[in-house]
């Protein structure tokens, strides 16, 4: 599953309670983020268009193994650009890529801001910021739109389980089909 939307967008905060929710229902599953992934694997990109496409491929490379071993992998991250979306989803089996646009507003992102970084961007200090300074791009046909500003977490976390069920990733009492 792969979570893309603005930052503060709510992504980690679902991608975390749909894994422990599918971990509840008997699933292996591991999260992929940018605090395990950018401070060790990817510690070397920084956020220039290139870094970014870059980061994107490499982490669907690591989602595409773990998704191989039969691990629900939930990765979390901005993802900006749509042709690096898609080129991951090119390297899945067909169907196994799930795309969820965590869509949210962008003023409603800047008022969530827990790490203060709308802030930072609009005073400069951070350069290519999504949003700001620098682009994102919707997805065209994602599996699943959550509106993260509409409805409470619980009830987000629902609309994707049963998305995973309709698709028989997960069987209707829970375990993988």
Known sequence: MWFTGYSASGKSTLAIETERRLHDLGHLTYILDGDNVRHGLNSN????PEDRAENIRRIGQVSNLFSDAGIFVLTAFISPYRADRDSVRAMHRSGSFIEVFVECPLEVCEERDPKGLYKRARSGEIKEFTGISAPYEL??????VIQTHRAPVEECVERIVAYLRES???SKSGTSS
């Open 45 to 48: 990109l920084g956020f220039s």
């Open 139 to 144: 997805p065209l046909e994602p599996e699943i």
């Open 168 to 170: 028989e990733f997960v």
